[in-house]
């Protein structure tokens, strides 16, 4: 049973470009969240979804970011137009579902560097 | 404005000894905590969680306090092991809501 799956792992874009992150659910996972950790941070967090809904997007910023989770196939976290502030480690977890007893299951995480 | 806090940025422990890590939080709507360990270069793997309705909760090596009156927890680890070196992340969670994470404890064991 593979657990949550990141790729790239590592992604070198140069400012201005879009940046696109997938992650893969652990198998019968229906619920995704992305994370970003900054350098000397904790993790923040950034969305949550479940197949081709956004439930939480408090933690995402209002402009450039912008994440999906379609019926088939992986969840995308999209940044558009990056900035050298972009550059961080983002985390995907999933979870079977939202419940007071379950914990969430990380990926390796994506390293994104803007130059 | 940060609710899960983790003041200690490193620790340092000698093998064999016990390793407590501390972590306050200020939302007394937190009902559900959780420890994270991260190893450099990985995601975080859930180690040991515990309900507010519980003080303590142990498992194996690991043992997690929590006094709801001080708003604070701690995770002791003992014996500590050279395999536990990692960052630590203290994350709290209102029911069924997000999980908040602490910025993460760096913990060395020393030989």
């Known amino acids: 049973n593979a657990g949550v799956m990141q790729n790239p792992r590592h992604l070198v874009r140069r400012r201005g470009q879009e940046a696109r992150l997938r992650c893969s659910p652990m198998?019968?996972?229906?619920?995704v969240y992305w994370y970003r950790q900054l350098p000397e941070e904790g993790l923040k967090f950034m969305v949550y979804?479940?197949?081709?809904?956004?439930?939480?997007e408090s933690g995402m910023p209002k402009e450039r970011f912008s994440a999906e989770f379609p019926k088939e196939g992986p969840s995308i976290l999209r940044i558009q137009q990056v900035v050298r502030g972009d550059s961080a480690a983002y985390f995907c977890?999933?979870?079977?579902?939202?419940?007071?007893?379950?914990?969430?299951?990380f990926g390796p995480g994506t390293r994104l560097l803007v130059l | 404005d940060q609710q899960v806090k983790q003041n200690s940025p490193s620790l340092s422990v000698q093998e064999g000894r016990i390793s407590i890590l501390n972590c306050d939080y200020t939302?007394?709507?937190?009902?559900?905590f959780l420890w994270y360990k991260k190893y450099p270069a990985e995601g975080p793997t859930f180690l040991i969680s515990?309900?507010?309705?519980?003080d303590k909760n142990e498992d194996g090596r690991f043992t997690v306090f929590l006094n709801k009156s001080a708003k604070h927890l701690s995770l002791h680890i003992v014996p500590s092991q050279p395999g536990d070196s990692a960052v630590y992340f203290c994350?709290?969670?209102?029911?069924?809501?997000?999980?908040?994470f602490g910025k993460g404890t760096r913990l060395h064991i020393l030989p």
């Open positions: 977890a999933s979870s079977p579902r939202l419940a007071l007893q379950e914990t969430q299951y």
């Open positions: 198998k019968g996972h229906s619920h």
């Open positions: 979804l479940q197949k081709e809904n956004i439930i939480d």
């Open positions: 939302n007394s709507m937190f009902d559900y």
């Open positions: 515990i309900s507010s309705i519980k």
């Open positions: 994350a709290a969670r209102i029911r069924d809501d997000k999980i908040i």
